[in-house]
């Protein structure tokens, strides 16, 4: 089956430690995008890809960061510097141009403990 | 930049009766419009979207979408609604000419009461 896959489903993070959030597709689409959601504000793009071995910052990209070495693949990094990451997130890929959807994968829910 | 706007937090319907979650949006370009559902600690799903033609576009699960083009929105609609509709649900914009990033609105939750 065609999809996109996030991992793993719940995340707990302690104080002042790094996790990388995975996100695989294999819907062969150039365009990728992290996004988070948090209770009555919708979804913020935090990065976004188009093509391999390059992407963009988002709206609220401070304290993440991401690396899109394989086509498939786009790895999220919420990194201490990042104040507060309890949040649902949720990675999204898309064909690059034109009037396609964009398929989600069922999201991430982290917790800081 | 693009932004979408979804002016009710909540929407509140009897089963049975129809349902309107409106949206209206701000692009350069021409605009794709889309609607996305979503339940509970899942992925958003994609429900319809707009490219051209009729300006009544027909999706799943019996929803529909009003495209207007001079008044820049793209309300979701359904004849008769379902206690199983009840969901959040997401309009978003993409654009041609333009970004082609996905741009999203703040979400509707809809309450379908028995």
């Known amino acids: 089956d065609g999809g996109i896959t996030q991992s793993p489903k719940y995340l707990f993070r302690k104080e002042g430690q790094n996790v990388t959030l995975s996100c695989e597709q294999n819907?062969?689409?150039?365009?990728m995008y992290w996004y988070r959601q948090d209770p009555g504000q919708g979804l913020r793009l935090i990065y976004y890809?188009?093509?391999?071995?390059?992407?963009q910052k988002g709206d609220i990209a401070e304290g993440y960061s991401v690396s899109r070495e394989k086509k498939e693949s786009f790895p999220l990094t919420v990194t201490s510097a990042q104040k507060n990451p309890t949040a649902f997130y949720l990675c999204?890929?898309?064909?690059?141009?034109?009037?396609?959807?964009?398929?989600f994968g069922q999201g991430t829910r982290l917790t800081v403990v | 930049a693009q932004s979408v706007a979804q002016p009710e937090d909540q929407v509140n319907v009897a089963e049975g009766n129809p349902l309107t979650v409106k949206c209206t949006y701000s692009?350069?370009?021409?605009?794709?419009p889309f609607w996305y559902v979503q339940y509970p600690n899942r992925g958003l799903q994609f429900l319809l979207k707009?490219?051209?033609?009729?300006?009544l576009v027909k999706g799943s699960y019996g929803f529909e979408a009003e495209f207007n083009k001079s008044q820049t929105s793209f309300h979701l609609k359904k004849p008769s609604a379902l206690v199983s509709d009840s969901a959040l649900y997401f309009c978003?914009?993409?654009?041609?000419?333009?970004?082609?990033?996905?741009?999203f609105g703040r979400g509707t939750s809809l309450i379908v009461h028995p």
């Open positions: 999204a890929s898309s064909e690059g141009q034109g009037r396609t959807e964009a398929f």
């Open positions: 890809s188009q093509i391999v071995n390059d992407f």
């Open positions: 819907l062969n689409h150039d365009a």
């Open positions: 707009y490219i051209t033609g009729d300006n």
């Open positions: 692009v350069s370009g021409n605009p794709y």
């Open positions: 978003a914009v993409r654009a041609a000419g333009g970004s082609y990033i996905p741009t």
